[in-house]
């Protein structure tokens, strides 16, 4: 059955004008944000994109297959296994200079450590700069933002649970009569961050 974009805004909780500037390719969503337009959609996120599928649950860094959402420049790299019942998902982030995304918020929690660089959180209203060592751990019920504030790539881990089946691995459709376990968010987003900077 065909939804208007108000429809879909109202299920998957991301604006009209957003959605609409989606649609006609001027705008780029995060993994994050569409894993809740394809929760609001009943199909699981590989229906927009592929995500590569670890067999094992061991990863090693010379086997890893990076990818990325059509469009972004944001390159991914999946560490977490995908097998029955796994509740979290996790990736290494590597993130443009600049990079700006959406303010989102969610069920479930996320944990980000920055590996190299610096990020500038908002979680809240308030505004955290994690220099690389630093971390933090949050809930996703709070809205919360990113963004890369420097002049070149930062790499972020990025640790989440998300309580919607919107990933490969966890998806179920409703029609099943199941109700979905758990899922993946892979990502915060950002909007109105400026003006801080790191070395």
Known sequence: MAMTLQELSAACGVSVGYLSQV?????????????????????GI??????????????????RQPF?????????E????????????????NVPPGYRSETVQHAGEELIFVLQGAVLLVVDGQKFLLREGDSMHYLGQHP????????????????????HGATPSAYIPRESGL?????????????????????
């Open 23 to 43: 649609e006609r390719d001027n705008a780029t969503p995060t993994l994050g944000t569409l894993a809740e337009i394809a929760a609001a959609l009943d199909v």
């Open 46 to 63: 590989d229906h927009f994109i592929a995500t590569p599928r670890q067999s094992e649950s061991v990863t090693r860094a010379d086997e």
């Open 68 to 76: 990325s959402v059509s469009g972004t420049s944001i390159i991914y």
């Open 78 to 93: 999946q560490i977490g296994a995908e097998f029955p019942g796994h509740e979290l998902t996790s990736f290494i982030m």
């Open 144 to 163: 919360h933002s990113w963004s890369n504030p420097l002049d070149r790539v930062v790499r972020l881990l990025w640790t989440g649970k998300m309580l």
């Open 179 to 199: 109700a979905s376990v758990s899922a993946d968010d892979l990502f915060v987003a950002s909007r109105d961050v400026t003006d801080e900077t790191a070395e």
